[in-house]
């Protein structure tokens, strides 16, 4: 059989839980359940750093944030880890890459290894936007997700048929701020979104590090991202639960006509792709730079390990090697997405010898794999940002649970800040608690259960050569391009949000 074109499409912020195939219960993705009926849904797909610069980089290159130096949305890539697109382009791949890129756009980190791009600077607008690309910037008209879907069809009509492709079709949304398409604008209007049954959790027993974090959608989710003024009589703390039900139906119904116009496009290019008679031997991938709260525990955002934000949505489609209608359960990460494209392209992991990821390709065909991870590692790096707050963290996830460890140091990351927060813990039992609402660390009859737990994230660290946090003079790991460049554009963005809170 010849390699597979492979057909990367990924959202910005799309959590699985938007999707009917994962059995969303707040909209209708008809096109995206094609890949799901006709391919594999994937249910346990975690980010390793659930934030949008760190993820990009841990999918391109198979490597952890500590790695590659891509730990904030304040780095960018650094070339000395190889990618999977150089590997394949090597390999006789033609490669392109359109929409969102934000990992920099400077000579040394925009975008390379691919013989077409054209990529929004930063996070990109919805309408009109700028693109760079090889020849310099320009506006194109209309509306983003149509654009980069335009771009792709027309470079896989212009492609040369007798060598296989790769195609990374990068949607900016639906990222804030959610500027829906007009035709899509009478959809999910509000007062009709179902509310998640953790809208209202009080948060009682989680740690002070997470209570202090900045993304609750009633206090932090601002009239200019929901563009409509709060009604006066839904402020102040006595009418808290009311402006919280009044700005989730607002949220939800811009996120959800975003995310509609990604799933129109994704049928478009489907379409196209069954048109150019492509379908056959073409892997077509959905997923998402990571997952997103939608009200969840009062939230929006992501950045922390709870598995509304952690968990990627992954769909695959690839007719002649993956069982029409499956689901596989097995973990596994963005750090291992590069391995596995290799591997389908046939090529060996050792292509690119900085990968700490694994070919889920035996997963994917149906192949019992016994000795398939049972435990993921994760680590926010961006600590107390300046507008989320959320703290550093890491832990570990299994089937059965979840052990957190908010240490609370930035550790030089850009974008962190230099305060220090207390050492805290967090454990679920996500047996009989899948909803992550309380918080046992400090349950007696979890003490066993925790030190296996901590032995086993100490065992992950090692594995990925990643250093546990130990003190405030623990060693710093290389952020990439180090960077002058990051650290001025963190202080800028500091500057800019504190300017806004006096004004
Ligand atoms: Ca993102």
């Given at each position: 059989m010849p390699s597979p074109n492979i057909v990367f499409i990924m959202s910005d912020d799309h959590a699985a839980h938007a999707i009917s195939a994962y059995g969303s219960k707040v909209n209708e993705t008809p096109h995206l359940d094609r890949l799901a009926r006709d391919g594999v849904r994937m249910d346990a797909t975690y980010c390793t750093?659930?934030?949008?610069s760190p993820s990009r980089a841990s999918i391109l290159t198979g490597t952890y944030s500590h790695v590659n130096g891509v730990a904030s949305i304040f780095t960018e890539i650094d070339y000395r880890i190889p990618t999977f697109a150089e590997v394949l382009r090597g390999a006789g791949y033609q490669t392109a890459l359109f929409g969102k890129w934000h990992l920099g756009e400077r000579p040394e980190s925009a975008p390379r290894d691919f013989d077409a791009w054209r990529v929004f600077p930063g996070q990109g607008q919805y309408v009109d936007p700028l693109m760079l690309g090889p020849d310099g910037a320009e506006t194109v008209p209309g509306y983003a997700t149509d654009i980069v879907t335009d771009q792709s069809i027309e470079w896989i009509r212009q492609r040369d048929p007798d060598r296989p492709f790769l195609l990374l079709v990068h949607h900016k949304a639906p990222h804030r701020p959610w500027v829906p398409d007009e035709k899509h604008k009478h959809l999910y209007p509000v007062g009709s979104i179902p509310e998640p049954s953790t809208l209202f959790d009080d948060h009682s027993t989680r740690s002070q590090a997470v209570r202090g974090v900045r993304m609750s959608v009633a206090d932090d989710l601002g009239s200019d991202e929901l563009g409509e003024n709060l009604p006066d009589n839904l402020r102040g703390p006595e009418n808290r639960e009311a402006r919280m039900r009044w700005k989730y139906q607002r949220y939800l119904r811009d996120y959800l006509q975003c995310v509609q116009s990604i799933d129109d496009n994704v049928g478009r290019l489907l379409d196209n792709l069954e048109a150019e008679g492509l379908s056959e031997n073409t892997v077509v991938v959905y997923t998402s730079d990571q997952g997103f709260f939608?009200?969840?525990?009062?939230w929006f955002d992501k950045r922390l390990m709870f598995d509304e934000s952690l968990q990627m949505p992954m769909l695959i489609r690839w007719p002649s090697v993956i069982p029409a209608g499956s689901t596989c359960d097995a973990m596994v990460t963005n750090v291992d997405f590069a391995a596995t494209f290799l591997e389908m392209a046939g090529l060996d992991a050792s292509a690119l010898p900085a990968s700490q990821g694994r070919s889920f390709l035996p997963l994917l065909r149906g192949d019992e794999v016994p000795d398939w991870p049972d435990a993921m590692y994760y680590r926010y790096w961006e600590h107390d940002d300046p507008n989320h707050h959320a703290p550093a963290h890491y832990g570990v996830r299994t089937k059965e649970f979840k052990l957190i460890h908010?240490?609370?140091?930035?550790?030089?990351?850009?974008?962190?800040?230099?305060r220090l927060f207390a050492s805290e813990w967090e454990l679920y039992d996500l047996r009989t608690d899948p909803e992550e609402?309380?918080?046992?660390?400090?349950d007696p009859s979890y003490a066993d259960i925790r030190s296996a737990l901590t032995e086993r994230l100490a065992e992950l660290q090692r594995h990925y050569a990643d250093l546990p946090y130990d003190g405030p003079d623990t060693p710093r790991p290389h952020w990439s391009t180090a960077d002058e460049n990051a650290l001025e554009a963190s202080a800028r963005y500091t500057q800019r949000l504190r300017e806004q809170s006096d004004a």
């Amino acid at each position: 059989m010849p390699s597979p074109n492979i057909v990367f499409i990924m959202s910005d912020d799309h959590a699985a839980h938007a999707i009917s195939a994962y059995g969303s219960k707040v909209n209708e993705t008809p096109h995206l359940d094609r890949l799901a009926r006709d391919g594999v849904r994937m249910d346990a797909t975690y980010c390793t750093n659930s934030i949008c610069s760190p993820s990009r980089a841990s999918i391109l290159t198979g490597t952890y944030s500590h790695v590659n130096g891509v730990a904030s949305i304040f780095t960018e890539i650094d070339y000395r880890i190889p990618t999977f697109a150089e590997v394949l382009r090597g390999a006789g791949y033609q490669t392109a890459l359109f929409g969102k890129w934000h990992l920099g756009e400077r000579p040394e980190s925009a975008p390379r290894d691919f013989d077409a791009w054209r990529v929004f600077p930063g996070q990109g607008q919805y309408v009109d936007p700028l693109m760079l690309g090889p020849d310099g910037a320009e506006t194109v008209p209309g509306y983003a997700t149509d654009i980069v879907t335009d771009q792709s069809i027309e470079w896989i009509r212009q492609r040369d048929p007798d060598r296989p492709f790769l195609l990374l079709v990068h949607h900016k949304a639906p990222h804030r701020p959610w500027v829906p398409d007009e035709k899509h604008k009478h959809l999910y209007p509000v007062g009709s979104i179902p509310e998640p049954s953790t809208l209202f959790d009080d948060h009682s027993t989680r740690s002070q590090a997470v209570r202090g974090v900045r993304m609750s959608v009633a206090d932090d989710l601002g009239s200019d991202e929901l563009g409509e003024n709060l009604p006066d009589n839904l402020r102040g703390p006595e009418n808290r639960e009311a402006r919280m039900r009044w700005k989730y139906q607002r949220y939800l119904r811009d996120y959800l006509q975003c995310v509609q116009s990604i799933d129109d496009n994704v049928g478009r290019l489907l379409d196209n792709l069954e048109a150019e008679g492509l379908s056959e031997n073409t892997v077509v991938v959905y997923t998402s730079d990571q997952g997103f709260f939608l009200g969840d525990h009062g939230w929006f955002d992501k950045r922390l390990m709870f598995d509304e934000s952690l968990q990627m949505p992954m769909l695959i489609r690839w007719p002649s090697v993956i069982p029409a209608g499956s689901t596989c359960d097995a973990m596994v990460t963005n750090v291992d997405f590069a391995a596995t494209f290799l591997e389908m392209a046939g090529l060996d992991a050792s292509a690119l010898p900085a990968s700490q990821g694994r070919s889920f390709l035996p997963l994917l065909r149906g192949d019992e794999v016994p000795d398939w991870p049972d435990a993921m590692y994760y680590r926010y790096w961006e600590h107390d940002d300046p507008n989320h707050h959320a703290p550093a963290h890491y832990g570990v996830r299994t089937k059965e649970f979840k052990l957190i460890h908010y240490y609370g140091a930035g550790l030089g990351v850009p974008g962190s800040s230099e305060r220090l927060f207390a050492s805290e813990w967090e454990l679920y039992d996500l047996r009989t608690d899948p909803e992550e609402l309380v918080n046992v660390a400090d349950d007696p009859s979890y003490a066993d259960i925790r030190s296996a737990l901590t032995e086993r994230l100490a065992e992950l660290q090692r594995h990925y050569a990643d250093l546990p946090y130990d003190g405030p003079d623990t060693p710093r790991p290389h952020w990439s391009t180090a960077d002058e460049n990051a650290l001025e554009a963190s202080a800028r963005y500091t500057q800019r949000l504190r300017e806004q809170s006096d004004a």
